[in-house]
T-cell receptor, first 114, second 113 residues
Framework: AQSVTQPDIHITVSEGASLELRCNYS??????LFWYVQSPGQGLQLLLK??????LVQGIKGFEAEFKRSQSSFNLRKPSVHWSDAAEYFC????????????FGTGTRLKVLA | KAGVTQTPRYLIKTRGQQVTLSCSPI?????VSWYQQTPGQGLQFLFE???????NKGNFPGRFSGRQFSNSRSEMNVSTLELGDSALYLC????????????FGPGTRLTVL
């Protein structure tokens, strides 16, 4: 069955520290992969996406993600976190057939310490 | 380009009432999807409309319904509200095909008392 796993429910980092949010997926076909960010009470904003090509994808706000097919992973990284990055982050897999367009992970809530 | 807009942003209703939420997609986008987000269940897919037709439907009871108009604007209706319907309802639009990126609106926060 298709699924997306974000193993870390909460992550706390200090401002200026590096960040890596994990995402693993289970999907038989070539995945379309997304990272979204959600600030409290807001909708989801697209950070970056991977469809094909270069496995290292650059996004907005200084984020990047690397697709590793052998590990079925699409981890999100940022070299230096800012206090404004505190939010919830969702990984999603886009499906090319079936009822669901996206399967979302359960999210990782990021807290940034000043 | 203007983003996805949703109205109202906040809504308070009582059990048994019905509610209608509205979503205006990005200009040129023909697909509109609706999601329910709750702390316990995360993001759950409600349904997708494309060219005024429901193209896909998630696993929600018939109290949840929707429609799409010729200008791609979409409405979602929930009848006979229950306490468990309290949630953030998100609308997302995309141009056409399944592989197009979805762009989300700010959501409507529904509270059922």
């Amino acid at each position: 069955a298709q699924s997306v796993t974000q193993p870390d429910i909460h992550i706390t980092v200090s401002e200026g520290a590096s960040l890596e949010l994990r995402c693993n997926y289970s999907y038989g076909a070539t995945p379309y992969l997304f990272w979204y960010v959600q600030s409290p009470g807001q909708g989801l904003q697209l950070l970056l996406k991977y469809f094909s090509g270069d496995t290292l994808v650059q996004g907005i706000k200084g984020f990047e993600a690397e697709f590793k097919r052998s590990q079925s992973s699409f981890n999100l990284r940022k070299p230096s976190v800012h206090w404004s990055d505190a939010a919830e982050y969702f990984c999603a897999v886009g499906l090319t057939s079936g009822t669901y367009k996206y399967i979302f992970g359960t999210g990782t809530r990021l807290k940034v310490l000043a | 380009k203007a983003g996805v807009t949703q109205t109202p942003r906040y809504l308070i209703k009582t059990r048994g009432q019905q509610v209608t939420l509205s979503c205006s997609p990005i200009s040129g986008h023909r697909s509109v999807s609706w999601y329910q987000q709750t702390p316990g269940q995360g993001l759950q897919f409600l349904f997708e409309y494309f060219s005024e037709t429901q193209r896909n439907k998630g696993n929600f009871p018939g109290r949840f319904s929707g429609r799409q108009f010729s200008n791609s604007r979409s409405e979602m209706n929930v009848s006979t509200l229950e306490l468990g319907d309290s949630a953030l309802y998100l609308c997302a639009s995309s141009p056409d095909s399944r592989t197009d990126t979805q762009y989300f609106g700010p959501g409507t926060r529904l509270t059922v008392l």
